[in-house]
């Protein structure tokens, strides 16, 4: 199973982005998936989930109304928007899959995903 993050970089406050995450080995159209992310000298953080209909999306209290989670099934393709940046987005970024199949919920713990990407870089200037 492989996830590959794409779409970091250096933005200033107020912009976007547009992050992407294309997953093979496995059945993506299956699968809830979630972002989250780690800044430096934090723990690893959940930021949006989409359960494997995209049926519902859940969002971080920091992100809500700002970042948007989406899904192209035929494309194996998961993203996420990021609009009205601020510097305390910086982060590297990761996309995973839920371990378990056709789960109709997204969990925040990133222990309930047992596949990652390496991670995008996110750096948002003040």
């Known amino acids: 199973v492989q996830l590959q993050a794409s779409g970091g970089g250096l933005v200033q406050a107020g912009g976007s982005l547009r992050l992407s995450c294309a997953v093979s080995?496995?059945?993506?159209?299956?699968?809830?998936m979630g972002w989250f992310r780690q800044a430096p000298g934090k723990e690893r953080e959940f930021v949006a989930g989409?359960?494997?209909?995209?049926?519902?999306?859940y969002y971080a209290d920091s992100v809500k109304g700002r970042f948007t989670i989406s899904r192209d099934n035929a494309r194996d393709t998961v993203y996420l928007q990021m609009n009205s940046l601020k510097p305390e987005d910086t982060a590297v970024y990761y996309c995973?899959?839920?371990?378990?199949?056709?789960?109709?919920?997204?969990?925040?713990?990133?222990?309930?995903?047992?596949?990652w990407g390496q991670g995008t870089e996110v750096t948002v200037s003040s």
């Open positions: 995973a899959a839920d371990r378990r199949y056709l789960r109709d919920s997204v969990s925040p713990d990133s222990d309930e995903y047992g596949y």
């Open positions: 080995g496995r059945t993506f159209s299956s699968s809830a």
């Open positions: 989409i359960t494997w209909s995209a049926g519902r999306t």
